[in-house]
């Protein structure tokens, strides 16, 4: 029985080979490199086993990076969505967003017109307008906490969602970082300048 032998260079250090053809891993006597030796149809050559597996990681960093820019754009889209639902919008057109101005201010200005009604209702002597002063006062002042609220669970709302997205913006950049840096990872030829 012969053993067909053939030359294959070694992809990691290039150095020339022989190696019975029937043989599919070879073990580099040179550089100790773990390779497959392909049988194309035009050539034969060697690849190394380290790339198979990187070339994998590889395929898992992308799709690590591609998940986390989906769960990033839903993060936004969604905050997006809860921002415009519970702001109101003004004249002009532009989103204003739950705040503590507008409670007060409205709550300075109820509780004003309301002493005013109850002051002109005692001296005029008209018990009903003194009594929807009072009545005023109190509604204004469950008005204006109520608003403050709102206000403050929108602003606890808001540092949330910011908190997630660092946290989500931060794994993306290391996912990112770790596709760039894979194809200095290949161990390959050195190539030649
Ligand atoms: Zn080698």
Same mark, same amino acid.
């Not at 905050?79 to 519970?86: A, G, K, L, S, T």
């Not at 008209?126 to 002042?141: D, K, M, N, Q």
């Not at 910011?162 to 760039?180: C, D, N, V």
């Given at each position: 029985?012969?053993?067909?032998?053939?030359?294959?260079?070694?992809?990691?250090?290039?150095?020339?080979?022989?190696?019975?053809?029937?043989?599919?891993?070879?073990?580099?006597?040179?550089?100790?490199?773990?390779?497959?030796?392909?049988?194309?149809?035009?050539?034969?050559?060697?690849?190394?086993?380290?790339?198979?597996?990187?070339?994998?990681?590889?395929?898992?960093?992308?799709?690590?990076?591609?998940?986390?820019?989906?769960?990033?754009?839903?993060?936004?889209?969604?905050?997006?969505?809860?921002?415009?639902?519970?702001?109101?919008?003004?004249?002009?057109?532009?989103?204003?967003?739950?705040?503590?101005?507008?409670?007060?201010?409205?709550?300075?200005?109820?509780?004003?017109?309301?002493?005013?009604?109850?002051?002109?209702? !005692?001296?005029? =002597?008209?018990? @009903?307008?003194?009594? %929807?002063?009072? +009545?005023?006062? $109190? &509604?204004?002042?469950?008005?204006?906490?109520?608003?403050?609220?709102?206000?403050?669970?929108?602003?606890?709302?808001?540092?949330?969602? !910011?908190?997630? =997205?660092?946290? @989500?913006?931060?794994? %993306?950049?290391? +996912?990112?970082? $770790? &596709?760039?840096?894979?194809?200095?990872?290949?161990?390959?030829?050195?190539?030649?300048?």
């Amino acid at each position: 029985m012969s053993i067909k032998v053939t030359k294959v260079a070694c992809q990691s250090c290039g150095a020339n080979l022989t190696i019975d053809e029937s043989i599919r891993f070879v073990t580099c006597g040179y550089c100790s490199a773990q390779l497959e030796i392909v049988h194309d149809p035009s050539a034969v050559y060697s690849k190394t086993l380290d790339d198979v597996v990187k070339r994998q990681d590889a395929v898992e960093d992308e799709l690590r990076v591609l998940r986390l820019e989906k769960s990033l754009q839903r993060i936004e889209q969604e905050w997006e969505n809860f921002r415009i639902r519970v702001s109101s919008k003004s004249e002009n057109g532009t989103i204003v967003e739950p705040g503590k101005a507008g409670p007060i201010l409205f709550g300075i200005f109820a509780t004003i017109l309301c002493v005013f009604l109850f002051g002109f209702g !005692l001296s005029e =002597r008209i018990w @009903l307008i003194a009594i %929807l002063g009072v +009545a005023g006062i $109190a &509604l204004s002042y469950l008005i204006t906490q109520h608003g403050l609220r709102r206000a403050k669970e929108f602003a606890h709302m808001r540092t949330r969602y !910011l908190q997630k =997205r660092t946290k @989500l913006k931060g794994e %993306l950049a290391s +996912a990112e970082r $770790a &596709l760039r840096f894979q194809p200095m990872k290949r161990s390959g030829k050195p190539s030649k300048r």
